[in-house]
């Protein structure tokens, strides 16, 4: 930390909010730095690189020459920050000396070391990924990046988890590659995999299964299926209705090669039908709803990275380059992340009392669930279907439903949700002292 000499005594000189944010990544960084090779004619260092980034990310300015070109270069940022001037042409060559690797590393360093938070209620239920693709237009000479006949573009390939709101690992690929294919690439045991229409197939089900991961995929109607088992439905009071037609059924699928037996959940809402397919049979009913409901926070990750920090706009052509560009564009977002919990927890109103109590009563097994009457086919299925769905952490979670809407949804609000006025507030705060008046701001955003 720097330090003021004065003529009476050595003051410590808090840091500013930009060290702040870099804070979990800061030595990591530099001991990066000593191991890469040196170039003999080097100006621009990866340590310098990486911060210029950062601030490029976090602090919104849209376009990285304009960046480079017109603050940076006229000395127009504080001196606080403490960012070197550069060559607009030695920051672009920097993209081609640097490996991916290193920048991969810093990600998965963050992912592994600081304690974001998780949400409890969702922890009970496993480790979760939402998985989806998402375009980003390119131009027509990134061959590279193929789709049309007439037009490039490349594809995003994310997995967000579910329990700590945040993206854990992602592919760069052409934007007509395959969505199923990137899934299987990047299969983990012990995950469960969230995802809309165009996931699945017989295969892909098969590998997920084989991966020792699980699946709750939406799919199409219409498929030729055998019931081999009614389920009963499982559904709160509360939201039952707002559900029409909803049943919960084991299946298997008449053209399925593998023959393997699925969980099929239907259900209405209006005129829009909703088949929800998944492995796993110790979810009631209505979680499974919620789970493929909460797939929804994929897509505002997507418009935060294309909007928000204006992603959509690429930096460089190159395959390289544009996965630099994500790798660093996700860890500005985990950063901000990071400071977003910690302030949040630093103003004195953190509502862990009320998480606490809801995780005690759920490992304290407190029983009792509404279910919507079982028909007599339902009620043949009735061995099967309490020997899956009444284990105990899925009973006392669905005993809760009220507390898990609306904890969740305080939750995201305090601990996760990174608007417009809150990224503004940090900009403007990024040479300022980290201090209580930076933490009241921030936390008034």
């Known amino acids: 930390m720097p330090k003021k000499t004065t003529a009476d005594h050595i003051v410590k000189v808090p840091p500013t909010v930009f060290d702040q944010l870099l804070e979990p990544v800061e030595e990591f960084v530099r001991n990066q730095e000593r191991e ?19 601030y490029f990310w976090v602090s919104k300015i849209g376009s990285l020459k304009l960046f480079i070109n017109t603050p940076l270069k006229k000395g127009l940022l504080p001196a606080a920050l403490q960012l070197r001037s550069v060559p607009y042409t030695t920051f672009g060559e920097a993209f081609e000396r640097f490996p991916v690797a290193t920048f991969r590393r810093v ?54 988890e579910l329990n700590r709101m945040l993206a854990v690992e992602f592919l760069v690929t052409a934007a007509n590659f395959s969505e199923r294919a990137a899934l299987i690439k990047m299969l983990k045991a012990g995950v469960t995999y969230i995802a809309d229409r165009g996931y699945m197939s ?66 209405s809402i ?19 709803i919620m789970l493929y409901a909460l797939r929804w926070q994929i897509e505002l990750l997507f418009r935060f990275l294309k909007r928000t920090i204006n992603g959509i706009h690429l930096i460089k052509q190159d ?35 009320s998480s606490e109590k809801i995780s005690q009563e759920l490992a304290e097994g407190v029983n009792g669930f509404d279910q919507i009457p079982a028909t007599d086919t339902q009620k043949e299925g009735r061995g099967v279907a309490g020997n899956w769905d009444r284990t105990p952490k899925t009973a006392k979670l669905l005993s809760y439903e009220y507390q898990f809407i609306e904890n969740i949804g305080k939750k995201l609000y305090k601990y996760w949700k ?17 201090d209580e008046r930076a933490v009241k701001i921030l936390n008034s955003s």
């Open 202 to 267: 017989f295969k892909v089900g098969d590998e997920v299964l084989k991966a020792k991961a699980h699946f709750v995929f939406r799919v199409k109607t219409g498929l030729k299926l055998t019931v081999t088992k009614t389920l009963r439905v499982q559904l709160p009071k509360t939201v039952a209705a707002i559900f029409n037609n909803v049943t919960d059924e084991l299946i298997r699928y008449t053209n399925d090669e593998f023959k393997h037996i699925y969980r099929l959940v239907c259900f």
């Open 270 to 288: 209006g005129k829009e039908k909703f088949h929800i397919l998944t492995d796993r049979h110790d979810l009631t009913t209505f979680q499974v």
């Open 36 to 54: 890469l090779p040196k170039h003999p004619n080097q100006k621009l260092g990866y340590y310098d690189f990486f911060r210029l980034l950062m």
């Open 418 to 434: 990174i608007g417009i006025h809150w990224l503004t507030a940090l900009k403007s705060l990024l040479a300022e002292p980290f």
């Open 319 to 353: 395959e390289r380059g544009v996965t630099i560009q994500f790798y660093t564009m996700l860890i500005a977002a985990l950063l901000e992340l990071r400071l977003k919990q910690m302030t949040a927890d630093m103003d004195g109103s953190d509502d862990a009392q």
């Open 107 to 160: 990600f998965q360093h963050l992912l592994s070391t600081v304690p974001f938070r998780a949400i409890p209620e969702l922890s009970t239920l496993g480790t979760l990924y939402c998985i989806d693709g998402s375009l980003f237009p390119v131009i027509n000479s990134m061959q590279w990046a193929s789709y049309t006949s007439k037009h490039q573009s490349l594809k995003l390939h994310l997995c967000f």
